[in-house]
């Protein structure tokens, strides 16, 4: 059973559509969170959820926007989309938002995103 | 600003020891995280200290030194299979990690 599965692994799209990544986790976790991970491989937080509120808003462009229909799932939409929004995007989930030893991440395989 | 520096690449012989260091800048602490991560894969949990010293787990071991603002992961016997990059992470005051870029390990037969 996976644990942090999310969805489509590969998008190949034009700049100015719109897409999705979905994600959902079985952990019963009370926090997930969007990263994006550069070419660079540096991870960034984008946003997270815990039961269903947004506790992190990092800078990110408007056009990014979770979506938490419950605590087990967060989505991630993306308008217009720019040629510098191609990355990898991993979702995760953690037991609660406080980063204690015992709250450590757990990660889906991540969704690459090529915009062309 | 908050910073994390750690090598971008290393390489090492399998049966060897290799330690990977890692330096953070942080507005306050609340502990580092040691995360694997096989290329195309998730980044997988190794290890988590907040108190100065050493702690062991099997073949891999990861320190910290608090007042330095450093910490290294160790890891003995090397496999094929340990061939990943491996992502240093601070929690700041607020408790948000602060991620370096992580360093490729490369093991030679």
């Known amino acids: 059973d996976t644990a942090v599965s999310q969805t489509p692994k590969y998008l190949v799209t034009q700049m100015g559509n719109d897409k999705s990544i979905k994600c959902e986790q079985n952990l019963g976790h009370d926090t997930m969170y969007w990263y994006k991970q550069d070419s660079k491989k540096f991870l960034k937080i984008m946003f997270s959820y815990n039961n269903k509120e947004l506790i992190i808003n990092e800078t990110v462009p408007n056009r990014f926007s979770p979506k938490s229909p419950d605590k087990a799932h967060l989505n991630l939409h993306i308008n217009s989309l720019e040629l510098g929004d191609s990355a990898v995007y991993f979702c995760a989930s953690s037991q609660d938002g406080s980063f204690s030893g015992a709250n450590v991440l757990t990660f889906g395989a991540g969704s690459r995103l090529t915009v062309l | 600003g908050q910073n994390i520096d750690q090598p971008t690449e290393m390489t090492a012989t399998e049966g060897a020891i290799v330690q990977i260091n890692c330096t953070y800048q942080t507005s306050g602490f609340n502990g580092l995280f040691w995360y694997q991560q096989h290329a195309g894969e998730a980044p997988t949990f190794l290890s988590y200290?907040?108190l100065d010293g050493l702690e062991e787990k099997g073949r891999f071991s990861s320190f910290l030194s608090r007042s330095k603002g450093y910490s290294y992961l160790l890891l003995k016997e090397l496999q094929m299979k340990d061939s990943a990059s491996y992502l240093c992470?601070?929690?700041?005051?607020?408790?948000?990690?602060?991620w370096g870029a992580g360093t490729k390990l490369i093991i030679k037969p």
């Open positions: 200290n907040v």
């Open positions: 992470a601070a929690a700041d005051s607020n408790y948000q990690l602060i």
